[in-house]
């Protein structure tokens, strides 16, 4: 119910998301502040900061991170190589990707669409995402009492990667993962006792009790 009450929310802003100003910025920041309106964000060569209840439309950049205050809303959030960031109770109707850089959900922010990232972690903390999880080369961390629809993938890996470890996969407790969990590649799998998951395939679950796996 929360969920589809942040849905019809955003839906209500979309004519006035439509009618505001567009941010482009070159090698520099690109920022909208706290409590404001603002339509496609974008950067290369900075960052980019949406302020806390602030609400845009998608925003993205080149060599940056994208940062989503608290309770900001946005329709999509991209980065080539940067993190993502949502903040506490965030919301994005549609999808975040980052391809060289790791995705961070803060507690309760939720992602409607999918996160995808090649090479770089991505972790809830008591969040959700809708559209299910992918990456190659990164970590997953589904935290304490997230939840996750669609499944999760790690692809195989293509081509040069800073990375050769297997992946380590925690689904933590109390969380839940509909969907299957489809791993192309080898990884390492640990799935608390109280976690729910649907079907795996490609690797073998370890259970774990507590709050964390042991290392």
Same mark, same amino acid.
Do not use: Y
């Given at each position: 119910?929360?969920?589809?009450?942040?849905?019809?929310? &955003?839906?209500?802003?979309?004519?006035?998301?439509?009618?505001?100003?567009?941010?482009?910025?070159?090698?520099?920041?690109?920022?909208?502040?706290?409590?404001?309106?603002?339509?496609? &964000?974008?950067?290369?060569?900075?960052?980019?900061?949406?302020?806390?209840?602030?609400?845009?439309?998608?925003?993205?950049?080149?060599?940056?991170?994208?940062?989503?205050?608290?309770?900001?809303?946005?329709?999509?959030?991209?980065?080539?190589?940067?993190?993502?960031?949502?903040?506490?109770?965030?919301?994005?109707?549609?999808?975040?990707?980052?391809?060289?850089?790791?995705?961070?959900?803060?507690?309760?922010?939720?992602?409607?669409?999918?996160?995808?990232?090649?090479?770089?972690?991505?972790?809830?903390?008591?969040?959700?995402?809708?559209?299910?999880?992918?990456?190659?080369?990164?970590?997953?961390?589904?935290?304490?009492?997230?939840?996750?629809?669609?499944?999760?993938?790690?692809?195989?890996?293509?081509?040069?990667?800073?990375?050769?470890?297997?992946?380590?996969?925690?689904?933590?407790?109390?969380?839940?993962?509909?969907?299957?969990?489809?791993?192309?590649?080898?990884?390492?799998?640990?799935?608390?006792?109280?976690?729910?998951?649907?079907?795996?395939?490609?690797?073998?679950?370890?259970?774990?009790?507590?709050?964390?796996?042991?290392?």
């Amino acid at each position: 119910m929360r969920f589809a009450t942040l849905a019809l929310a &955003i839906a209500a802003m979309l004519p006035l998301m439509a009618s505001a100003q567009d941010i482009d910025k070159v090698n520099g920041a690109a920022e909208v502040a706290a409590g404001q309106h603002a339509g496609d &964000i974008h950067s290369v060569n900075g960052s980019v900061r949406i302020g806390d209840g602030a609400v845009v439309q998608s925003a993205g950049t080149v060599n940056g991170s994208v940062e989503l205050g608290a309770n900001a809303q946005a329709s999509s959030l991209h980065t080539v190589n940067g993190r993502l960031l949502l903040g506490e109770s965030s919301h994005v109707s549609g999808n975040i990707k980052t391809t060289n850089g790791s995705i961070t959900l803060d507690p309760h922010a939720d992602v409607a669409g999918n996160a995808t990232t090649t090479n770089g972690s991505i972790t809830l903390d008591h969040a959700h995402v809708g559209g299910g999880i992918e990456t190659a080369t990164g970590d997953i961390t589904v935290g304490e009492n997230s939840h996750v629809e669609g499944g999760i993938v790690v692809d195989e890996q293509h081509g040069w990667s800073w990375s050769n470890h297997d992946p380590h996969i925690v689904i933590g407790p109390h969380a839940v993962v509909t969907g299957t969990l489809d791993f192309r590649r080898p990884v390492v799998l640990d799935v608390s006792d109280s976690a729910q998951i649907g079907p795996v395939k490609g690797a073998k679950a370890n259970i774990f009790h507590g709050a964390e796996p042991s290392m």
